[in-house]
């Protein structure tokens, strides 16, 4: 890790952005809802990190792209990054009409990890910048620069959603992210105008010095687990000479110092400690540190689940086999929930970092992504890997719906017809000065209505398709971060006299076999079967069996939906109720 040299301030960082993402109804955005989920459809690795995220996140299925990427999952050019990989996101969330609620851009694994931008690089500065290359999370968080074509994600604050810093090096607020906020030079939300984002990570990385699917599982479980848990434990800091720690500890330590007293603030304990790791300590809930290598096992320390643990070295987002010091897989191995690192030789840059910032950010309940883009001004070369919805430190809404004016309560299958008013009630628990600022309701995981507290949502079943839908009420928070809590109830709609059912046996198949797929209904034109994004047959009758690869759904839990037509227009339409399998080796 080279020392500093002075960053060369290129174009500025464009504004422009999708015309479909411009001027969005406001949305509380860091919610599954709020999550684009990209999947390596070719690759047996990423359908099965993804089921295992959708399944514990509740990813609604629209919000799932299947993308079959065959290149390489090291680096790519970034004229094939925009055409094959950023064009075809964007275009997909526009064509579903979701452009509104997307915040994040999330990646399963197999997909590049490195683009590579040299043919593009502006003429003043060839022969000067020796690394031109970027991360896929962070070229895919400045899309708005990479689509523009010009060098505007190499400004050095080219991410304006970066939290200003007081003084002593403590971010002033903490904000939610929505991908329709602008943000001015300041960082301050414009009306009109500023630059927007979309927040990205990865899920995993299973190749080279990557991590195994189970490993990916485990901490991705371990991560939804955490959720408003506020995890005892302790934040550390760790302190030596090297440059990768020097670069953002401070004078003298004195920006930790100032953190580990902010965090005592809020009620989490931090603590400076000198060396690489913190040894023997089987409460880590955070960790920052500086070293080219490290031996985690070794240090006889415990990674509490939910934790950002990360490292300031060259190549700790470097996967490739050859490479040398540690990766950032070695603290995801380890349970944290996310962890990042930079995909070439960055420089000892404190802006290409994250900021000692993020463990604050993190505290005042922002989920994973937004506490790391919140602490990092130029994200273009950091990988940030993990379960961005983590938000261990959140004081999360509980939600409830009723249907007015009896408050009769909705159960899980129960049907509804006609005109429905329903009242969304939340509360915060152990929230002090903080109240459920709106509420937003989404029928099969797309965004429909908003509505105040002691407000209704008026849902006219009569203009959607017969049978099976999903209903979401989400609570948003007073709070500059916007915390979100959910209610989700599987409903049946009944206005137009249509049925379809669906059956899926076996229930549990091993990834070399076949599941036998039967749908029936009446009097229907056509019959559509999907799972995760995926369509799986097409019938032009209203009954069919189709035998389905279990290898084509991946391992893990997937859920098998069908849909039947009668004619154009939702009217004409029908759900069948979902059939939930396992694809595992387990007998």
């Not at 609604?60 to 064009?87: C, H, K, Y």
């Not at 000892?348 to 950010?361: E, G, N, S």
């Not at 152990?430 to 995981?445: H, I, Q, S, T």
């Not at 939702?570 to 007998?587: G, K, R």
């Amino acid at each position: 890790m080279p020392h500093s040299r002075p960053f060369r301030r290129c174009l500025s960082l464009c504004a422009g952005l999708l015309a479909a993402l411009a001027g969005s109804a406001a949305s509380g955005g860091g919610g599954p809802e709020n999550v684009f989920l990209v999947v390596n459809s070719a690759s047996a690795d990423s359908l099965a990190v993804a089921n295992a995220f959708a399944a514990l996140r509740g990813i609604p299925p629209i919000n799932v792209l299947m993308l079959p990427w065959q290149g390489s999952v090291e680096a790519v050019p970034i004229a094939t990054f925009r055409d094959e990989l950023l064009r075809p996101i964007l275009q997909t969330i526009d064509s579903r009409r979701l452009a509104p609620q997307i915040d994040h851009v999330v990646y399963s694994s197999d997909f590049p990890w490195r683009v590579d931008f040299a043919a593009e690089l502006p003429s003043e500065l060839e022969g000067k910048d020796k690394f031109p290359s970027g991360s896929l999370t962070g070229m895919t968080t400045l899309f708005a620069a990479v689509q523009q074509g010009g060098p505007g994600f190499l400004d050095p604050a080219s991410n304006l959603y970066w939290r200003p810093l007081d003084p002593a090096g403590v971010p002033t607020a903490t904000a939610g992210f929505r991908s329709w906020y602008g943000w001015g030079p300041l960082g301050e939300i414009v009306e009109a105008g500023g630059s927007r984002y979309l927040l990205s990570t990865m899920l995993g990385v299973t190749a080279g010095r990557g991590n195994s699917v189970p490993e990916i599982v485990r901490y991705l479980t371990a991560a939804a687990a955490a959720d408003g848990t506020k995890p005892p434990g302790t934040i550390y800091f760790v302190t030596n000479s090297d440059v990768r720690t020097t670069t953002r500890s401070g004078t003298n330590g004195t920006i930790f110092s100032a953190t580990v007293r902010e965090l005592g603030k809020l009620g989490v304990k931090g603590e400076i400690v000198t060396g690489r790791l913190p040894i023997g300590k089987r409460d880590v809930a955070g960790l920052m540190t500086g070293s080219a290598d490290f031996d985690l096992p070794g240090s006889g320390s415990t990674i509490v689940p939910g934790a950002i643990c990360e490292n300031l070295t060259s190549f700790g987002g470097i996967f490739t086999p050859s490479a040398g010091q540690t990766p950032l897989s070695a603290f995801l191995r380890a349970g944290a929930a996310g962890s990042s690192g930079t995909v070439i030789e960055p420089y000892a840059i404190q802006a290409k970092f994250p900021h000692a910032a993020i463990q604050v950010h993190y505290a005042r309940g922002a989920n994973l992504a937004e506490a790391f883009y919140q602490s990092v001004r130029s994200p273009y070369q950091l990988l940030v890997v993990g379960d961005p919805l983590c938000r261990p430190w959140a004081a999360i809404p509980v939600v409830e719906a009723v249907i007015a004016p009896d408050a009769k309560a909705i159960g899980p299958g129960d049907t509804l017809a006609g005109a429905v008013e329903l009242e969304p009630r939340g509360t915060i628990p152990g929230a002090k000065g903080v109240a459920v600022d709106r509420f937003e309701l989404f029928v099969d995981g797309v965004r429909s209505a908003q509505c105040g507290p002691g407000e209704r949502f008026t849902l006219d079943t009569t203009t959607m398709a017969d049978g099976h839908h999903e209903l979401r009420v989400v609570a948003i928070d007073s709070s500059p971060v916007e915390t979100q809590g959910r209610w989700i109830m599987p409903v049946t709609f009944r206005n137009h006299g249509r049925s379809l059912s669906l059956a899926a046996e076996p229930r549990r198949v091993k990834p070399d076999g076949t599941v036998r797929v039967s749908v029936k209904g009446e009097g229907l034109e056509g019959i559509v079967i999907f799972a995760m994004g995926r369509v799986l047959g097409r019938e032009a009758k209203p009954e069919a069996t189709i035998e389905v690869p279990a290898e084509l759904l991946g391992r893990g839990m997937v859920t098998i939906r069908a849909t039947g037509r009668a004619g154009p227009g939702a009217t004409n339409s029908v759900n069948a109720a979902p059939v939930t399998i396992s694809v595992t080796d387990a007998q």
